[in-house]
């Protein structure tokens, strides 16, 4: 079963940056929409960013600006890149891959902003 690993999340200071990674185990067929999700403590899991099989990408307003969402399919891999963090920012990141068989997950990543 393919798995998704995330990796790049930790601690940083306000104003700071981050470089999210989602790499799958294996290649992934008739993916229709992969993005990153997240969710603080509290709140329900929101939708930060995503991207089509036709590469249209799509930013929460809270972060537009500030994020970008790429992609490497020769490695796999999913990235989000985090500009200008803020402490409303803190959360458990998850990537998501969409695809016309499954919904893949993966296990989340803490982002804490905090000085």
């Known amino acids: 079963q393919v798995q998704l690993v995330e990796s790049g999340g930790g601690l940083v200071q306000p104003g700071g940056s981050l470089r999210l990674s989602c790499a799958a185990s294996a290649t992934i067929l008739s993916i229709l929409e992969m993005g990153w999700y997240r969710q603080a403590p509290g709140k329900e899991r929101e939708a930060v960013a995503s991207?089509?099989?036709?590469?249209?990408?799509k930013y929460a307003d809270s972060v537009k600006g500030r994020f970008t969402i790429s992609r490497d399919n020769a490695k796999n891999t999913m990235y989000l890149q985090m500009n200008s963090l803020k402490p409303e920012d803190t959360a458990v990141y998850y990537c998501?891959?969409?695809?016309?068989?499954?919904?893949?997950w993966g296990q989340g990543t803490q982002v804490t902003v905090s000085s």
């Open positions: 991207i089509t099989s036709s590469s249209t990408t």
């Open positions: 998501n891959v969409y695809s016309v068989l499954r919904n893949y």
